[in-house]
């Protein structure tokens, strides 16, 4: 007598759901990070170094004490008082005890920019501050020429970072804006693809910001007008470049900031763990 034959195995769940354990960064992405993240601290700390040396910006070629500066940090007697003070065009705010003006450890007045915790190395000295700078400007580059190339090889960029045509659409961008204003985090699948505002922001990173560091970097460099004098030409001037390395640095301080406060409020200890392992718990919601 034959047997009615059994219906083949269901076949295995291939789409990750909510609270799956799943791979989420690959092992360069995560090299790369860190990396990149305590070359980011290094060269910040030391640039402010740097900048506390002459603690004024300035547009185009020159500049000097008694030139126009758009920004400045610095102190100023005030009737019987001292003050530190930041002016940015013409407009000054009173940042007594933390910027301009400030009291070390030991108890003495410092007149300097940015204080001590905040500076490699925390007590004044431009030469250290410049060795520690360009040490770990070329690990910054260095890091990122290899993370873009394996970025194309494994096609990383063009999976996870391309904006499709419907994600430019104003509708889906204002959509992404208020869950975002909303704190409402994808659950689901969904977690492990970026949405078109974390795409935009680590686009400008990787392709603005970082690139932008290093070329204003170098047209700092006064070696660089022998070699390659366009990339001084291109920002208007070494005083320009300087002007535009730091608020590239201050743009790449906000992103770091918002970066941290997304990671916390998502999550902090599956966030961490994403970065460090690899192994990421995908949530459960509603927005799978």
Do not use: C
């Amino acid at each position: 007598m034959n047997e009615t034959p059994l219906p083949p195995p269901p076949p295995p769940q291939t789409t990750p759901r909510g609270g799956d354990l799943v791979l989420r960064h690959r092992l360069p992405t995560r090299l790369w990070h860190w990396i990149n993240a305590f070359a980011l601290l290094v060269l910040l700390m030391s640039g402010l170094m740097i900048f506390n040396a002459h603690p004024r910006l300035y547009w185009g070629d020159y500049g000097a004490n008694f030139d126009h500066a758009w920004l400045k940090v610095g102190s100023a007697r005030t009737g019987n008082s001292e003050v530190g003070y930041l002016e940015i065009a013409g407009r000054r705010w009173d940042t007594t005890g933390v910027l301009g003006l400030w009291t070390n450890p030991d108890g003495q007045v410092q007149r300097r920019a940015f204080p001590h915790w905040a500076t490699i190395p925390s007590r004044y000295s431009l030469a250290e501050g410049r060795i520690w700078h360009l040490a770990f400007a070329w690990v910054l580059a260095g890091g990122l020429l290899l993370y873009l190339l394996w970025s194309l090889a494994a096609r990383h960029l063009q999976r996870d970072l391309h904006i499709t045509r419907g994600e430019w659409r104003p509708a889906h961008l204002w959509q992404d804006v208020r869950d975002h204003a909303r704190l409402r985090f994808p659950a689901g699948a969904a977690a492990l693809r970026y949405s078109v505002l974390q795409k935009l922001a680590y686009a400008l990173v990787l392709f603005v910001l970082l690139p932008g560091m290093i070329l204003t970097g170098l047209a700092m460099s006064p070696a660089t007008d022998a070699w390659a004098p366009l990339v001084g030409e291109m920002f208007g001037g070494r005083q320009s470049a300087r002007s535009v390395h730091f608020l590239f640095a201050m743009a790449l301080v906000g992103f770091v900031l918002v970066h941290v406060t997304m990671t916390v409020l998502a999550g902090p200890l599956n966030e961490l763990r994403s970065i460090v392992t690899g192994r990421y718990r995908l949530p459960r919601g509603e927005r799978a």
